[in-house]
């Protein structure tokens, strides 16, 4: 069936397949590291992850990270991540090569916040890589702090899953997995 | 608001929508103090 379409219309699997994205996941987060698996699939090529919520349970302002996995989580030193940003009308940047795991964001307390990003590729067989922005509260700086971010790890593997990592602190919030379809 | 609970890693699997928890391996409480140590960025202007 053509689209766009209207009242009326009865939409078959071939038009629902053509739908530029599927959600996959819908993730509670309450851990102080929070695995999700099952996700990645030669299904499709590329995903969106979106988080909302985003709270740590101390209040200290701590870094949240990122590490793929398949049945574990790969804690090769593989990962190289950076990240721009403001805070106030205050820049900054980071980043490093050679981690063993790849930095999102940091936050502190209830003020929520959230992330997106785009990952590229998981399960094909090439380097795994992200970009995408967060916007989380940190009390060390008593601002919300904007971020384009990006990274991956140099790796082949070709990755199930995922892991959002808090340090010391229990994270919460919302974590959604989506993918975009492949032509 | 505590830091911790018992339940250090809980793992979400998308296909059977089930969650489990279970605490930290002794590798992964070592892991996680080492990234405690990290520099926190931004940090305070004034620090």
């Given at each position: 069936?053509?689209?766009?379409?209207v009242?009326?219309?009865?939409?078959?699997?071939?038009?629902?397949?053509?739908?530029g994205?599927?959600?996959?996941?819908?993730?509670?987060?309450?851990?102080?590291?929070?695995?999700?698996?099952?996700?990645?699939?030669?299904?499709?090529?590329?995903?969106?992850?979106?988080?909302?919520?985003?709270?740590?349970?101390?209040?200290?302002?701590?870094?949240?990270?990122?590490?793929?996995?398949?049945?574990?989580?790969?804690?090769?030193?593989?990962?190289?991540?950076?990240?721009?940003?403001?805070?106030?009308?205050?820049p900054?940047?980071?980043?490093?090569?050679?981690?063993?795991?790849?930095?999102?964001?940091?936050?502190?307390?209830?003020?929520?916040?959230?992330?997106?990003?785009?990952v590229?590729?998981?399960?094909?067989?090439?380097?795994?890589?992200?970009?995408?922005?967060?916007?989380?509260?940190?009390?060390?700086?008593?601002?919300?702090?904007?971020?384009?971010?990006?990274?991956?790890?140099?790796?082949?593997?070709?990755?199930?899953?995922?892991?959002?990592?808090?340090?010391?602190?229990?994270?919460?919030?919302?974590?959604?997995?989506?993918?975009?379809?492949?032509? | 608001?505590?830091?911790?609970?018992?339940?250090?890693?809980?793992?979400?699997?998308?296909?059977?929508?089930?969650?489990?928890?279970?605490?930290?391996?002794?590798?992964?409480?070592?892991?996680?103090?080492?990234?405690?140590?990290?520099?926190?960025?931004?940090?305070?202007?004034?620090?």
């Open positions: 069936m053509t689209y766009p379409w009242s009326g219309d009865v939409l078959n699997a071939a038009d629902l397949n053509t739908l994205l599927v959600r996959i996941s819908q993730t509670t987060l309450s851990g102080v590291t929070n695995s999700i698996s099952n996700v990645f699939s030669s299904t499709y090529d590329n995903y969106r992850i979106v988080a909302h919520g985003l709270t740590n349970a101390s209040g200290t302002t701590r870094a949240v990270d990122i590490r793929f996995r398949t049945s574990s989580d790969d804690t090769s030193a593989n990962y190289f991540w950076s990240m721009y940003g403001y805070y106030g009308a205050t900054f940047n980071s980043g490093a090569g050679g981690d063993t795991s790849a930095e999102l964001l940091s936050l502190s307390g209830t003020n929520g916040g959230g992330f997106s990003i785009d590229h590729g998981p399960n094909v067989a090439t380097a795994t890589t992200y970009g995408g922005q967060s916007i989380t509260y940190q009390g060390n700086v008593s601002s919300y702090v904007t971020r384009m971010i990006g990274g991956g790890i140099g790796t082949a593997t070709q990755y199930t899953g995922f892991s959002i990592i808090g340090v010391t602190d229990n994270l919460g919030g919302t974590v959604t997995v989506y993918g975009y379809t492949n032509p | 608001m505590s830091d911790n609970t018992p339940d250090d890693v809980i793992e979400f699997d998308a296909l059977t929508g089930k969650y489990t928890s279970r605490p930290f391996t002794d590798e992964e409480r070592a892991d996680n103090q080492l990234r405690e140590q990290a520099p926190i960025t931004p940090s305070p202007p004034n620090a």
